[in-house]
């Protein structure tokens, strides 16, 4: 557990906003999780992982990592690598290994799009879905160099839009319901 601490520091120490991003989307991730039923070591591995699922970025230059515009190929090429280097850091911590997938898929869309591995549907585990999913949702959220932040009902309409392509739609819904609570979890917004 040290050894993932020191790693979730280091990326704090190499960029801040990637940090708070990260415990923002584990918070969010763990009640998510807990929502679709998940519990104990799983909800764990998932909050763990969800701390850590940018920690790759450490390998990113800074130039690219803070770039106010659109990426080259080659920069988002550098960009994707992260989830497999980040999985590759984590892996190293013993008893660590559903961390370390969970990191490593946390980038795989529902259709396939995603990277590094191209996984589809149930073959993405849970725990890499909700990352997934909640990462999505901050980022929609916060600002960011190259864009403002989304209005809370944007993104909820950009998260419905993909529910099915980029997301499970049973985590859509699961994270539509801890946004706006349980008694407007079925509310579509249009």
């Given at each position: 557990?040290?050894?993932?601490?020191?790693?979730?520091?280091?990326?704090?120490?190499?960029?801040?906003?990637?940090?708070?991003?990260?415990?923002?989307?584990?918070?969010?991730?763990?009640?998510?999780?807990?929502?679709?039923?998940?519990?104990?070591?799983?909800?764990?591995?998932?909050?763990?992982?969800?701390?850590?699922?940018?920690?790759?970025k450490i390998d990113v230059?800074?130039?690219?990592?803070?770039?106010?515009?659109?990426?080259?190929?080659?920069?988002?090429?550098?960009?994707?690598?992260?989830?497999?280097?980040?999985?590759?850091?984590?892996?190293?911590?013993?008893?660590?290994?559903?961390?370390?997938?969970?990191?490593?898929?946390?980038?795989?869309?529902?259709?396939?799009?995603?990277?590094?591995?191209?996984?589809?549907?149930?073959?993405?585990?849970?725990?890499?879905?909700?990352?997934?999913?909640?990462?999505?949702?901050?980022?929609?959220?916060?600002?960011?160099?190259?864009?403002?932040?989304?209005?809370?009902?944007?993104?909820?309409?950009?998260?419905?839009?993909?529910?099915?392509?980029?997301?499970?739609?049973?985590?859509?819904?699961?994270?539509?319901?801890?946004?706006?609570?349980p008694a407007q979890a079925?509310?579509?917004?249009?």
């Amino acid at each position: 557990m040290t050894r993932l601490l020191a790693l979730s520091d280091a990326l704090a120490r190499k960029d801040a906003e990637t940090a708070i991003h990260s415990r923002k989307v584990a918070d969010l991730a763990e009640r998510v999780g807990q929502r679709l039923g998940m519990f104990g070591q799983q909800l764990r591995a998932l909050r763990w992982a969800a701390l850590l699922h940018d920690v790759g970025k450490i390998d990113v230059r800074d130039e690219v990592l803070h770039k106010p515009g659109a990426l080259t190929d080659d920069e988002y090429e550098e960009m994707k690598a992260h989830a497999a280097g980040g999985a590759e850091m984590v892996r190293r911590v013993p008893f660590f290994g559903k961390v370390s997938s969970l990191v490593r898929w946390s980038h795989e869309r529902w259709d396939g799009g995603g990277y590094p591995d191209g996984l589809c549907g149930d073959d993405i585990p849970l725990g890499a879905r909700v990352i997934f999913a909640c990462d999505a949702y901050d980022a929609m959220v916060s600002d960011r160099p190259y864009r403002r932040a989304m209005s809370l009902h944007a993104a909820v309409v950009e998260l419905r839009a993909g529910a099915g392509t980029q997301f499970d739609p049973n985590v859509v819904d699961a994270l539509v319901a801890e946004v706006f609570g349980p008694a407007q979890a079925d509310v579509r917004i249009a």
